[in-house]
């Protein structure tokens, strides 16, 4: 009998112990199905919440483009010199019933989602700096607005990033090298191209004159250079030369300025060369007559323009790259995305030209009778 008891008991305890750890596996198991739940539910209200802030950077490029077209004294520029979260809602781009959010509405019978909206957007006009990605033998062409008048800017490319890890350094000199001779790391050869006119409105072709352009090389040929000497504004100084005086007929030759770059800096995640380039007139604040033409002659890159340690620190571009600052709301959930707005009306500048030393003889017609065979220029055979 006390044997059949000792059993029993024994039964009871292995019961119990199993019921106990069958709770434990259970709790864990629906410890982890509601982590994941939550998990995916907050993964999927971030993404949400970031649409929606996506969806305030698109209307504050509609705001952007409003100001742009009808001037200073629009709603639209109004609403953005205020710095206010309503930006979109006071510009005029959409109404919303409530003055401190837009909700979003989806699907193909643009149902409002519950919850979803932006609720802030700020649009900084005037900024600090400019920044492009240009490829190899690609130009951009940048419009040198301000908001102060001055006569230099600061330019610097060549940054640490996930395609490019290393940076060597060409060779040294103050000449043009072939491409093979440029290695794949080293920082690119620029070419600058300043055009500043002397009037500040539209005279005819004098206004575009090549007496007004200047060109600069900027050819890196070293990368010793200690990164606070980058800030120096009498280091890698440039000034651009003329490529014609006004009212001749003769080009000059522009010449090539090394620049010391920098290793130390590119380590630390900063750009490698910079220079200070003194423009041939002053920028006058509101002329949106002049422009700066960059060209990466050899490697992509990436170029950062600026005004640092020029002035009195207050020179800003104006209208150039806008930032747009939006919010986005799903749920309880906010996401917020900064984001830089380059002009719509980007300039396509043309590559390439010709450029002869003689005259120029162009056949032209406009027939549907096929190519006239009295040509007036003569043909020059190829070379065998």
Same mark, same amino acid.
């Given at each position: 009998?006390?044997?059949?008891?000792?059993? &029993?008991?024994?039964?009871?305890? *292995?019961?119990?112990? @199993?019921?106990?750890?069958?709770?434990?596996?259970?709790?864990?198991?629906?410890?982890?199905? *509601?982590?994941?739940?939550?998990?995916?539910?907050?993964?999927?209200?971030?993404?949400?919440?970031?649409?929606?802030?996506?969806?305030?950077?698109? $209307? &504050?490029?509609?705001?952007?483009?409003?100001?742009?077209?009808?001037?200073?004294?629009?709603?639209?520029?109004?609403?953005?010199?205020?710095?206010?979260?309503?930006?979109?809602?006071?510009?005029?781009?959409?109404?919303?019933?409530?003055?401190?959010?837009? @909700?979003?509405?989806?699907?193909?019978?643009?149902?409002?989602?519950?919850?979803?909206?932006?609720? +802030?957007?700020?649009?900084?006009?005037? @900024?600090?700096?400019?920044?492009?990605?240009?490829?190899?033998?690609?130009?951009?062409?940048?419009?040198?607005?301000?908001?102060? $008048?001055?006569?230099?800017?600061?330019?610097?490319?060549?940054?640490?990033? !996930?395609?490019?890890? /290393?940076?060597?350094?060409?060779?040294?000199?103050?000449?043009?090298?072939?491409?093979?001779?440029?290695?794949?790391?080293?920082?690119? =050869? =620029?070419?600058?191209?300043?055009?500043?006119?002397?009037?500040? /409105?539209?005279?005819?072709?004098?206004?575009?004159?090549?007496?007004?352009?200047? /060109?600069?090389?900027?050819?890196?040929?070293?990368?010793?250079?200690?990164?606070?000497?980058?800030?120096? /504004?009498?280091?890698?100084?440039?000034?651009?030369?003329?490529?014609?005086?006004?009212?001749?007929?003769?080009?000059?030759?522009?010449?090539?300025?090394?620049?010391?770059?920098?290793?130390?800096?590119? $380590?630390?995640?900063?750009?490698?060369?910079?220079?200070?380039?003194? =423009?041939?007139?002053?920028?006058?604040?509101?002329?949106?007559?002049?422009?700066?033409?960059?060209?990466?002659?050899?490697? !992509?890159?990436?170029?950062?323009?600026?005004?640092?340690?020029?002035?009195?620190?207050?020179?800003?571009?104006? &209208?150039?790259?806008?930032?747009?600052?939006?919010?986005?709301?799903?749920? $309880?959930?906010?996401?917020?995305?900064?984001?830089?707005?380059?002009?719509?009306?980007?300039?396509?500048?043309?590559?390439?030209?010709?450029?002869?030393?003689?005259?120029? +003889?162009?056949?032209?017609?406009?027939?549907?009778?096929?190519?006239?065979?009295? =040509?007036?220029?003569?043909?020059?055979?190829?070379?065998?």
């Amino acid at each position: 009998m006390t044997r059949s008891k000792q059993s &029993g008991l024994v039964s009871i305890i *292995v019961v119990m112990f @199993t019921a106990i750890l069958l709770m434990v596996v259970s709790t864990g198991f629906i410890r982890i199905m *509601v982590q994941e739940e939550s998990r995916a539910s907050n993964n999927n209200l971030s993404r949400t919440a970031y649409e929606s802030a996506v969806a305030g950077v698109e $209307d &504050g490029k509609r705001a952007i483009m409003a100001c742009q077209r009808s001037g200073s004294v629009s709603a639209a520029c109004k609403a953005i010199a205020a710095k206010r979260c309503s930006t979109i809602q006071d510009a005029g781009i959409i109404s919303s019933i409530s003055n401190t959010a837009i @909700t979003i509405k989806s699907g193909t019978n643009l149902q409002y989602i519950s919850g979803q909206a932006y609720t +802030c957007v700020l649009i900084d006009s005037q @900024t600090s700096d400019v920044v492009y990605s240009l490829k190899e033998g690609s130009s951009r062409v940048v419009p040198l607005h301000v908001n102060k $008048d001055t006569s230099m800017i600061r330019l610097q490319w060549m940054m640490k990033n !996930d395609k490019v890890s /290393t940076i060597s350094s060409a060779d040294g000199g103050d000449t043009l090298p072939k491409r093979v001779e440029w290695p794949a790391d080293a920082p690119a =050869l =620029l070419r600058i191209q300043a055009v500043v006119p002397e009037s500040t /409105t539209v005279n005819g072709q004098q206004s575009f004159d090549s007496s007004i352009v200047s /060109t600069a090389f900027l050819r890196p040929s070293g990368i010793r250079a200690p990164r606070n000497l980058l800030d120096s /504004t009498a280091f890698n100084a440039v000034a651009p030369q003329a490529v014609r005086a006004a009212g001749s007929a003769t080009n000059a030759t522009a010449g090539v300025s090394p620049i010391t770059c920098s290793a130390e800096a590119f $380590d630390n995640h900063q750009y490698a060369c910079s220079a200070y380039v003194t =423009l041939p007139r002053n920028l006058v604040a509101g002329n949106p007559m002049a422009f700066l033409r960059i060209t990466s002659i050899y490697n !992509d890159t990436d170029v950062r323009l600026s005004f640092d340690n020029i002035g009195d620190g207050t020179i800003k571009f104006d &209208g150039v790259q806008p930032k747009v600052d939006s919010t986005g709301r799903a749920g $309880d959930v906010y996401r917020r995305v900064s984001s830089r707005i380059s002009s719509s009306s980007n300039i396509n500048y043309p590559e390439y030209a010709v450029d002869i030393t003689g005259s120029l +003889c162009k056949d032209f017609s406009v027939t549907n009778q096929g190519v006239p065979s009295a =040509l007036t220029c003569k043909v020059i055979p190829e070379e065998q």
